[in-house]
């Protein structure tokens, strides 16, 4: 699973759009769309607020440990 998946599958389960996303963590929807598309990816001061939002850690995020 890709970077981009995994963010799109949590938000999905969180029942969050990517406007609401973007919203939350002070970014435009645009970056929530291309991150989850894989265009880009998120500066590296996003993760951890990706990860606290989620509950999930940075490892998990990044693809060292299992979602």
């Not at 998120?42 to 989620?54: E, K, N, Q």
């Amino acid at each position: 699973m890709t970077f981009g998946e995994k963010i799109q599958k949590l938000r999905k389960e969180s029942g969050l759009s990517q406007e609401e996303l973007s919203y939350q963590l002070g970014v435009s929807r645009q970056a929530i769309s291309k991150w989850e598309t894989g265009v880009n990816m998120p500066d590296i001061t996003i993760l951890p607020l990706l990860a606290d939002y989620f509950k999930v850690s940075t490892d998990q995020l990044l693809g060292l440990k299992p979602l």
